[in-house]
């Protein structure tokens, strides 16, 4: 086989690897004293939300984090609380602010699903469905029809992704169709990143001369994955929903979720979600973990029905 086909199956390769005591007496009852008026909902949420981008300015690294995960949890509500912060001294807190202005976890609009995980937990996510209406309609569509429900995440592999939503368990099922990726692969930068570049940057042994230089889509493209310019897409990085696959547009009703940063997966994968809340569970995630259920939270005022592509 040509050197050069060997380096690109390699290069695939690699996005594969990558939980006697005494009776008590009443005692004499002496008058109440007066009893604060316990805080509005409202009250308490306005008080997180300023304690929260208050710590985006910390020195500490890990509190600023922290923070921001907890703003990106409250989602549009923290918008106007956040925004004088972009005008401030701190540039941590300023740079914050813009990611979390910027994500779709602050777009009211944008649906929302929760897993409940069997034995307690929950995984909350935002779906983009700007970004890949399509494949967010397919996973709302499976939702309401109870497909996930029961299900597990069959496939965990530590420090790189869980894998769920096909029914045999086995990651060779799903519902008996495909839909089409959604992918902008100029959006994701891959059209300027060289097959070298991306192994320099994985650590993995130089590419062949024939395609060192070759731009990341141009490899896929040879694939056979085709790509969009009238959508955004995300890269694939920690905490991101997307769609599992075995090749271009052959995605059904597996997906994953990732526990670190994944380049090497970026224009091969419809990301579709980011995770705001319930992180910890999938960090923590054991094979075999069962999905009790999964249910849509909010949609918009529309019918989700997904483009199939083909019944099998």
Same mark, same amino acid.
């Given at each position: 086989?040509?050197?050069?086909?060997?380096?690109?199956?390699?290069?695939?390769?690699?996005?594969?690897?990558?939980? @006697?005591?005494?009776?008590?007496?009443?005692?004499?009852?002496? &008058?109440? *004293?007066?009893?604060?008026?316990?805080?509005? &909902? !409202?009250?308490?949420?306005?008080?997180?939300?300023?304690?929260?981008?208050? /710590?985006?300015?910390?020195?500490?690294?890990?509190?600023?984090?922290?923070?921001?995960?907890?703003?990106?949890?409250?989602?549009?509500?923290?918008?106007?609380?956040?925004?004088?912060?972009?005008?401030?001294?701190?540039?941590?807190?300023?740079? !914050?602010?813009?990611?979390?202005?910027?994500?779709? *976890? =602050?777009?009211?609009?944008?649906?929302?699903?929760?897993?409940?995980?069997?034995? %307690? %937990?929950?995984?909350?996510?935002?779906?983009?469905?700007?970004?890949?209406?399509?494949?967010?309609?397919? =996973?709302?569509?499976?939702?309401?029809?109870?497909?996930? /429900?029961?299900?597990?995440?069959?496939?965990?592999?530590?420090?790189?992704?869980?894998?769920?939503?096909?029914?045999?368990?086995?990651?060779?099922?799903?519902? @008996?169709?495909?839909i089409a990726d959604e992918i902008n692969a100029d959006d994701l930068g891959i059209d300027k990143v060289t097959a070298k570049e991306l192994t320099e940057k994985m650590g993995g042994k130089p590419?062949?001369?024939?395609? *060192?230089?070759?731009?990341?889509?141009?490899?896929?493209?040879?694939? @056979?994955?085709?790509?969009?310019?009238?959508?955004?897409?995300?890269?694939?990085?920690?905490?991101?929903?997307?769609?599992?696959?075995?090749?271009?547009?052959? @995605?059904?009703?597996?997906?994953?979720?990732?526990?670190? /940063?994944?380049?090497?997966?970026? %224009?091969?994968?419809?990301? =579709? %979600?980011?995770?705001?809340?319930?992180?910890?569970?999938?960090?923590?995630?054991?094979?075999?973990?069962?999905?009790?259920?999964?249910?849509?939270?909010?949609?918009?005022?529309?019918?989700?029905?997904?483009?199939?592509?083909?019944?099998?």
């Open positions: 086989m040509p050197t050069r086909f060997v380096w690109i199956l390699t290069l695939c390769a690699l996005a594969a690897l990558r939980l @006697g005591a005494e009776e008590p007496k009443p005692e004499t009852p002496k &008058p109440e *004293a007066p009893k604060p008026e316990a805080p509005k &909902p !409202a009250d308490d949420l306005s008080v997180r939300i300023k304690a929260l981008a208050k /710590d985006l300015a910390s020195e500490r690294a890990d509190v600023r984090a922290k923070a921001e995960q907890g703003l990106l949890e409250i989602g549009a509500p923290a918008a106007e609380d956040l925004k004088p912060l972009l005008q401030g001294e701190n540039k941590d807190a300023a740079a !914050a602010v813009r990611r979390l202005l910027e994500s779709p *976890a =602050f777009d009211p609009t944008n649906p929302r699903v929760r897993i409940t995980l069997a034995g %307690g %937990g929950t995984i909350e996510i935002v779906l983009l469905e700007d970004m890949a209406p399509n494949t967010v309609a397919n =996973f709302i569509e499976l939702t309401e029809k109870h497909y996930y /429900d029961g299900l597990t995440f069959h496939r965990i592999v530590e420090n790189f992704m869980v894998q769920g939503g096909d029914p045999t368990g086995t990651g060779k099922g799903g519902p @008996g169709y495909a590419p062949p001369p024939s395609v *060192a230089d070759l731009s990341l889509k141009a490899i896929y493209e040879k694939q @056979g994955f085709k790509y969009r310019t009238d959508i955004r897409s995300l890269k694939v990085t920690r905490g991101v929903l997307a769609m599992a696959n075995y090749g271009p547009n052959t @995605g059904a009703s597996q997906f994953f979720i990732t526990h670190i /940063d994944c380049p090497w997966l970026d %224009g091969k994968h419809t990301v =579709f %979600g980011i995770v705001t809340k319930g992180m910890e569970f999938v960090d923590e995630m054991r094979p075999k973990q069962k999905m009790e259920r999964v249910d849509v939270l909010s949609k918009r005022d529309h019918k989700y029905k997904a483009k199939k592509l083909e019944e099998k």
